[in-house]
């Protein structure tokens, strides 16, 4: 399995909805990511897990509360979200040792009515 | 403050000849760079890596090239195919804890291929 699984892959919600993105990957990766990426920008980081505890978190708002329940599976709880939240969420994936390059799935496209 | 510039948004070849696409940096921590594929409604797709002790890394038609004194590096691909029109990334990397990196991506270069 060389797959990272993110689901829904689209996702419409008001701003006063609590919705949860899900991300699962089963290649033994121990450190998984979240970001964030708007139409013709580049991904930007929002949060780094290394081995289930969470390393970064590039000042994201407290409306995104990111989990890790374990080492594959790695949860973006979303509440109060504003219009502006409205982007592709992509989670990505990367083996333990030096040098390793992440692996992407293919987002979450999320729409903030 | 962009830390990692891809200048060029747009770049078109003809089928065989070669793609080179640019990118260049600021910041003389980053020691991993990466080049990613993304296609419309896709992740972005790892295509090759070089860490910066060397300055060349070849995986069959795709060569990346680091210039660490110019902070620049380069993606070959040779012969181009219409397959290979996606946007394409780059990304520098510092170790940050344990396994994880924190990768910076520039702004893509969409790289059309004409048959």
């Known amino acids: 399995d060389t797959e990272v699984t993110q689901t829904p892959k689209h996702l419409v919600m008001g701003m006063t909805n609590k919705k949860s993105l899900k991300c699962e990957q089963h290649?033994?990766?121990?450190?998984m990511y979240w970001y964030k990426q708007k139409a013709k920008k580049p991904p930007e980081l929002m949060f780094v897990?290394?081995?289930?505890?969470?390393?970064i978190n590039e000042s994201v708002p407290s409306r995104f509360s990111p989990e890790c329940p374990n080492s594959s599976l790695l949860n973006l709880h979303l509440h109060a979200l504003q219009p502006e939240d409205s982007a592709l969420y992509l989670c990505a994936s990367s083996p333990p040792g030096q040098n390793q390059p992440q692996h992407f799935g293919d987002g979450t496209r999320l729409s903030i009515l | 403050d962009q830390q990692v510039k891809q200048n060029s948004p747009s770049l078109s070849v003809q089928e065989g000849r070669i793609s080179i696409l640019n990118c260049d940096y600021t910041n003389s921590m980053f020691d991993y760079f990466l080049w990613y594929k993304k296609y419309p409604a896709e992740g972005p797709t790892f295509l090759i890596s070089?860490?910066?002790?060397?300055d060349k890394n070849e995986d069959g038609r795709f060569t990346v090239f680091l210039n660490k004194s110019a902070k620049h590096l380069s993606l070959h691909i040779v012969p181009s195919q219409p397959g290979d029109s996606a946007v394409y990334f780059c990304?520098?990397?510092?170790?940050?804890?344990?396994?994880?990196?924190?990768?910076?991506f520039g702004s893509g270069t969409q790289l059309t291929v004409l048959p």
């Open positions: 290649m033994g990766h121990r450190a």
């Open positions: 990304a520098a990397s510092v170790a940050f804890s344990g396994s994880a990196r924190q990768l910076t």
């Open positions: 070089i860490s910066s002790i060397k």
């Open positions: 897990y290394s081995y289930e505890k969470l390393s």
